[in-house]
């Protein structure tokens, strides 16, 4: 974890926990550990302690659990339920922003009905990661009072159930989601148009993702991009955009300050974090970094941010 002082309050994380079938320009990797949680809490757990929601079929790997004790991600709101884990199998050309999508199997996900158990209710900050918009409304409703809930989506979701993805929009302080879904969802090409319809329907922070080409923040009264960490080596972007937000979370928790100026740093290291995430297939960056080395790259963000008067 980062040290410091900080308060470090914990952070609840709910979504997609799968095996993930991908495809890059620079390799295959079939049947993998993804899904949006398990990028967004490992992401988090460099920043603070993390809870995670969510449900894996009998046939997931004891070995995937232990990487997430291993990052002392507590799993009592990980249940095992009979059935096959959720799987999502996709593939990605040269343009890398662009994630096709072959087949996505909720499989246990499909029938699950999260409890939150009673030691988590009360988790200040909660990050509703990609998936059933219901769900994610399931487990807000089980949340008593959360000081900041921010919440991710996809085209899969607004394809098909896009008055519940409203309902999420309309319940959280923060909401993310790549740019094609916001154009999606706004009925509009301009994200600058997107980013303030977002606001409108109620949260206090909307962040656009762009994959290679950073995030927009948009708050009522400031605006921020941040680029993405400049790379020559990217394998698999995959859960880039769940490792951004889980950072970006941890981060909060771990200062517990959203004010605009700190939710800029936040978006910083979510971008630090995502770009470990895309440096190999599935977790694995994630799983030999060190804290130090997210420090040197948030200083370097600092440095090629930085415009002189
Ligand atoms: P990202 O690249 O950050 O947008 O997210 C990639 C992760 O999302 C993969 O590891 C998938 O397992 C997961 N995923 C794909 N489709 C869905 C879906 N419909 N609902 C929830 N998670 C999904």
Known sequence: MIRGNAPRLPALVVGSIGLDTVETPFGAVRDVLGGAASFSAVSASFFTDVRMVGVVGEDFPA??????????IDLNGVQQQPGAT????????YDLNQAHTLATHLNVFEQFRPTVPDAY??????FLA??????QLAVLEQMSAPKFVMADTMNFWIDGKANRVLEVVKRVDAMTM???EARQLCDTSNLVVAGHRLLNLGPRVVII???????????????????SFPLED???????????????????????????????????????????????????????LEPGEVMVRFAEMRR??????
């Open 234 to 288: 990217v394998k698999d972007p995959t859960g880039a955009g769940d490792t951004f937000a889980g950072g970006l979370l941890g981060y909060l928790a771990f200062t517990n300050d959203v004010s605009d100026a700190n939710i800029r740093r936040a978006v910083v290291y979510g971008t630090v974090m995502a770009s470990y995430a895309v440096e190999d297939f599935s977790l694995g960056r994630l799983q030999t």
């Open 121 to 126: 209710r009360d988790t200040p900050y909660v």
């Open 86 to 93: 959720f799987r999502w199998n996709g593939y990605y050309e």
């Open 178 to 180: 790549n740019d094609a």
């Open 63 to 72: 070995e995937h659990l232990a990487l997430f004790r291993a990052r002392e």
């Open 209 to 227: 993702k762009k994959g290679e080409h950073g995030a927009l923040l948009f708050t009522q009264h400031d605006y921020f991009a941040a680029p």
């Open 130 to 135: 990609n998936i059933d918009p219901d769900l």
């Open 304 to 309: 090629i941010t930085a415009m002189p008067e």
